[in-house]
Every structure is written in structure tokens, then in C-alpha cells.
């Protein structure tokens, strides 16, 4: 029981206007099943934003759940977006992976609005191997904010989820192995070893890391499923990879996402920065992904906004719900009109070929203004949904 989830629900709890004819769960959950919505979803990624939004800075809820979730709520309350997302930082990600005395060394907070910033824990592909090898968050997890603070918050937004009974959703993100992968080395890093280490050393490497991610699996299923979580993101790596490497290495994702698939109904695809359409092709391919939040074309593509929309929906065509637009940084420095003028072309390219979902492809920079999130919602709600 939580006093923070429980006043938010008897605030809110009978007395929130409905949007539209369909719950908020009843809109994704259509979305995500190719099916007809009487709007259009909308679920920008807020994790950083609502804490900025509901007037906390980020130094003030870093060790504090219930205004974490408190954030996180009272934005849905004001805005009811179509999904709740958590709040989560690179700290809930590793801090398990660092001794408790080392922890202070990794994780920089800058100003109160900013993100908090990381060192990479290992500085060479061998050091990254043994942390895998070792199990070293085996040792390292009691104290560490995965327990004391990401799982709380999971646990109290979920609380509000089932409580509020399931009328929006609470999307849980989970990294993924090729997101693991780079993060605890640095991206750019992993992607030199790619190239300069052996194949097989890098084939062991995401072996280890694949078996560590599906292990955690089981921990989502346990804490998040079995309370109620059906909606989960799975925060994908290997951005930048070339076909060659996503024909050797990328399977480790593929074989994530089939266990993820058992455990959640509606498992989408996070895959944010400049996209390539080979790693497109190989998101998409894979069964159990419903939907697939994606972003800019790669550099150099000299592509229109909606004619990249289009051919992405394309490719989404029968297989899975395209999350797109306006792009993060249009929702920080654009104009509201531009906001919507990119969001009403996203869904007009979009809906002749699947089912669209309003969401920039990465999340919300804590300094975007919220006039620029109401043209965003606005510009989702004027229009129908169908495929
Ligand atoms: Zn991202």
C-alpha cells in the first residue's frame, strides 16, 4: 500500500473525464492489435520531463520514490496521455553493477533539470567480460537503486495502474541485451571493438550479456507482470550497426524478445537516434514485437519527413503499430504549429498502411515546453485511428 498511489486514486478515481469513447488501455491496446481507435494514441516518453513538469527537480526525487511516481501521476492527471511512462535513469540500469562505496565516482548530476550523467564501468572489452563472467550484481544489488528505488516506483505506478482498474497503462522499460551491451562500455567503444576485437570474443561478450538479460526477465515477470504490467518497451542497442553485424550479432535481441513476448502481451521496440533501414527491416521481421517506437532517417538520407514516415509504416504494414513523431528535438525547440503540422503529416503518411501512435522517438528532453506537449496530444486526439 502506498499513501501517494492512494491519494492520487481517490482524487482521480470516478471523477476523471473520459477522452473519447475508449479508455486510454482500450486505445493502445487497439493500436498495438492493428486495430480501428477512436483517436489516435498518444504516449510521449516523459520519464525525465514529468519530474521537471510537476515541479521537482531531478537531484530531489533521485532518492525519493513517492515523488518520483507523484510526478508521474499528477502528469497523466493533467495531460492523460494514452500510457503512463515510468521514470527511470542509467543509474537504475547499473548501479548494481558498481560496489556501493564506488557508486558516487559514476553518476554526475548536473543542473537541477538535466540528465543524470554516467561513466562507462568498464574500459576494455576484457573488463566487460568478467563483470558478465563474474556476476558481480549478484554482490553489488542489495542497496543499489534497482531495489531501492526502480523496483518501489514500478511497483507503486503499477499499484495506480490496477487500482484506477487498468483504464491507462503503465509502460515498464526494459534495456535489452545489445542495449546492455554498449551502455556499460560506452556505445561508441563497443562499436570500435566491433572492428578490432575478434568475432568470437565479441559473439561471447553478448552471449554472457544475452544470459544476464534473460535471467532479469524473470524478475519483470515476477514484479511487473504479476502485478499487472502488460505493456513493456524494450529499449533496444545496436542503433548503428551495419547488416553485417546485425546478420552475426543481432539475434540476441531476437531471442530476448521471444522470452519478453511470453511474459508481456504488448512489447514494443525503442530504437532511437538516426535509424538505418537495415535495422528497421530487422526489428520489424521479428514476431512478438507489436509495435516499434523509431526515429530520424539515418545522416545523409535526404528523405522528407513523411515520405520516411511512409516507407517505415511500409514496412510496419500487418506486423506492428508505427510510434512516431514530432522528433524529440522539435517537441524542445519547435513552435507548437510546428509540432502539430509534424504530427498530422507522421499520421497521414502512417494510417494507409497501419495503426499510428503519437510518441517522439526517444524521450522528452526535460526542457521542452508543455504548450509544445498539448499540440502534440491535441494534433493525436482531432483524428481517427484505423489501419
Ligand atoms: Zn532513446
Not at 497503462?169 to 535489452?176: A, C
Not at 514530432?326 to 503529416?345: L, R, W
Not at 503519437?358 to 526535460?366: A, H, Q, R
Amino acid at each position: 500500500m502506498s499513501k501517494v498511489v492512494d491519494q492520487w486514486v481517490e482524487r482521480l478515481k470516478g471523477k476523471t473525464k473520459p477522452v473519447g469513447e475508449m479508455t486510454h488501455w482500450e486505445r493502445m491496446a487497439a493500436a498495438f492489435d492493428l486495430k480501428e481507435t477512436d483517436m489516435v494514441p498518444v504516449a510521449p516518453e516523459l520519464d525525465y520531463w514529468q519530474i521537471t513538469y510537476a515541479g521537482y527537480s531531478h537531484k530531489e526525487i533521485y532518492n525519493d520514490v513517492d515523488k518520483t511516481t507523484d510526478a508521474c501521476i499528477k502528469t497523466w492527471a493533467d495531460l492523460r496521455c494514452d500510457a503512463i511512462w515510468m521514470y527511470v535513469d542509467i543509474s537504475h540500469q547499473i548501479e548494481h553493477f558498481i560496489p556501493a562505496e564506488k557508486r558516487p565516482e559514476y553518476f554526475i548530476h548536473r543542473g537541477k533539470d538535466d540528465y543524470l550523467l554516467f561513466k562507462p564501468i568498464a574500459h576494455s572489452l576484457d573488463e566487460a567480460i568478467a563483470l558478465f563472467e563474474q556476476r558481480v550484481w549478484e554482490k553489488y544489488i542489495d542497496g543499489s537503486r534497482p531495489v531501492t528505488h526502480y523496483t518501489p516506483h514500478m511497483l507503486q505506478l503499477l499499484e495506480f495502474q490496477e487500482k484506477m482498474d487498468r483504464q491507462v497503462p503503465v509502460i515498464v522499460g526494459i534495456g535489452t541485451p545489445t542495449n546492455y551491451a554498449e551502455t556499460v562500455v560506452e556505445v561508441q567503444n563497443f562499436l570500435k571493438w566491433m572492428v578490432t576485437e575478434p568475432e568470437d570474443k565479441i559473439r561471447y561478450y553478448l552471449d554472457l550479456v544475452l544470459k544476464e538479460r534473460l535471467a532479469s526477465l524473470d524478475f519483470y515477470a515476477e514484479f511487473a507482470a504479476k502485478n499487472g504490467a502488460q505493456f513493456c518497451c524494450g529499449f533496444g542497442g545496436a542503433r548503428t550497426w551495419g547488416p553485417k553485424h546485425l546478420e552475426k550479432f543481432g539475434d540476441v535481441d531476437r531471442i530476448w524478445v521471444d522470452k519478453a513476448k511470453t511474459i508481456f502481451p504488448y512489447v514494443f521496440w525503442h530504437i532511437c537516434g538516426h535509424n538505418l533501414p537495415k535495422a528497421m527491416e530487422t526489428v520489424s521481421s521479428w514476431d512478438g514485437i507489436k509495435a516499434i517506437q523509431y526515429d530520424m532517417p539515418y545522416y545523409g538520407q535526404e528523405i522528407p519527413w513523411s515520405q520516411w514516415c511512409e516507407q517505415m509504416a511500409r514496412l510496419m504494414h500487418g506486423r506492428q503499430c508505427a510510434m512516431n513523431s514530432p522528433t524529440t528535438q522539435m517537441a524542445c525547440h519547435g513552435t507548437p504549429s510546428q509540432v502539430s503540422q509534424m504530427v498530422a503529416e507522421f499520421i497521414d503518411a502512417t494510417l494507409p498502411h497501419t495503426t499510428a501512435c503519437v510518441m517522439p522517438g526517444c524521450e522528452i528532453d526535460s526542457f521542452s515546453p508543455v504548450e509544445n506537449l498539448r499540440a502534440m496530444i491535441n494534433t493525436a486526439r482531432s483524428r481517427r485511428g484505423s489501419a
